[in-house]
């Protein structure tokens, strides 16, 4: 699928266009960019040929490079002024704790959480071939019901593999707990329930572009994972090597799950999961809020592509990391907006705060109430959406009925739902 590059050759006239400013512009330009050949040979730069060009760039780039060795496999990367500069902003919004407060009221903060991993989940799992509505998704979630299908099994195991992270974020990467986000991440979605938390025993394993039955990537030998695992779970705790921003460390390992593929099947959603799990270890605290996958979900073509690049071009990380830090800027701006969308609905809230006796969340389940006049709320889903104790949710729902504003209706002898009151319209206008 994609054009192999031409033969590079840095002789004294691609050298010297080193020390021609005119030149070197386009060639930032082009590096800040990291585009690949396919895009190059389109470029004109002061009346040079597409291979002169190209062969500028890959000088450049083999000037900045930095490597990084994997078992006897050497992968490059550079860190261009794109990749620096978007890592400054970052620090300051993502990790920097006094920014980030800006960004999400700390009263939000349970409920865009929720949000945020189910949004995660879903997105995740719809890329790799979850076929469900994102409402009819989230629903689910609320509403803690049972899977009922392959893809909504996908989502549920995406959602309980995110919460496992959240909850062992500063724990090591080892062998056997990456077998156990791969154990959670598959559950009952293989067809060989045997694969599910094991490493690949064949290399009847290929990465193939569907459309064309092309294979696009042939995975290390299965002989070689044990140790190329060590070798990422090494990389993954340890700070001895030379440094290495942690933006840029988590989207390698991100890359390397990917390329040694050490999965029958869920090599993807795992190798996202290890990506949050690394940036939350190393204090990039709002990456809980964003969502990765729905960014990548609406690019996947591009996704892939970062992959091939990299692997065509001599291991060069940087096509990777630079698609994936877009993503990353994409995420935080999707964040952002979402967030004004919602300061917009807490003023509608806050007039149902007004109403004697109602608490926040209260406020809240009288909103959707109003909103959506066909709602149906459980003590289950109002627990996981306000991340709030059995008890609580409740003791809320059934505040809520003894003032009239909602009725309980049996599901079975034991199960309840909550409904809108018929005299709902009539107390909220009083």
């Keep these: 699928m994609i054009e192999n590059t031409p033969t590079i050759t840095f002789d004294n006239s691609i050298v010297s266009n080193l020390n021609k400013p005119k030149i070197m512009a386009k060639i930032k330009e082009i590096n800040n960019n990291y585009l690949y050949w396919d895009k190059v040979k389109y470029k004109k730069v002061n009346g040079l040929s597409a291979e002169e060009i190209w062969n500028t760039v890959k000088l450049v780039r ?8 994997f078992s006897n496999v050497v992968f490059n990367y550079f860190n261009t002024d794109y990749i620096q500069k978007s890592l400054h902003e970052f620090d300051m919004n993502i990790g920097g704790y006094m920014g980030s407060q800006k960004i999400i009221p700390e009263s939000d903060k349970a409920r865009y959480l929720v949000s945020s991993i189910m949004e995660e989940a879903i997105s995740s799992s719809i890329m790799e071939g979850a076929n469900t509505t994102r409402k009819k998704a989230k629903d689910m979630l609320r509403k803690d019901t049972k ?3 392959k893809s909504e099994q996908m989502i549920v195991n995406n959602y309980t593999t995110i919460k496992h992270i959240l909850k062992n974020k500063n724990e090591e ?3 056997e707990n990456l077998l156990e986000i791969h154990q959670l991440m598959c559950k009952n979605t293989l067809k060989n329930e045997n694969e599910v938390g094991a490493f690949r025993t064949s290399n009847d394993i290929y990465v193939v572009n569907h459309s064309t039955s092309e294979v696009v990537h042939t995975p290390p030998d299965f002989v070689q994972i044990n140790k190329l695992i060590q070798e990422l779970c090494q ?5 001895k090597e030379d440094f290495i921003h942690p933006i840029v460390k988590g989207i390698i390992i991100h890359f390397m799950i990917g390329w040694i593929h050490p999965f029958t099947d869920g090599n993807g959603r795992t190798a996202r999961a290890l990506f949050y ?7 990039y605290w709002l990456t809980e809020y964003l969502s990765i996958s729905k960014i990548i979900q609406g690019s996947k073509n591009q996704y892939e592509k970062a992959y091939l690049y990299t692997e065509n071009d001599a291991n060069d990380l940087s096509y990777f990391i630079t698609y994936h830090i877009e993503v990353m800027h994409k995420a935080f701006e999707s964040l952002k907006n979402y967030i004004q969308e919602q300061q917009k609905d807490n003023l509608q809230i806050a007039s149902f705060i007004k109403i004697p006796n109602i608490n926040e969340r209260q406020a809240q389940i009288l909103k959707t109430l109003y909103d959506e006049p066909e709602c149906v709320f459980s003590v289950k889903e109002v627990q996981n959406r306000f991340s709030v104790a059995n008890y609580t949710a409740r003791v809320d729902l059934n505040n809520l009925v003894n003032m009239g504003f909602m009725e309980v209706i049996s599901v079975n002898k034991v199960k309840q739902n909550y409904i809108r009151s018929s005299k709902f319209n009539e107390l909220i206008k009083n």
């Design 62 to 69: 083999s000037i900045n490079y930095k490597q990084i060795k």
């Design 147 to 149: 899977p009922i299908n």
């Design 173 to 175: 990467l080892t062998p």
């Design 235 to 239: 990389f993954f705790n340890s700070e």
């Design 277 to 283: 799990w690394y940036l939350l270890k190393k204090g």
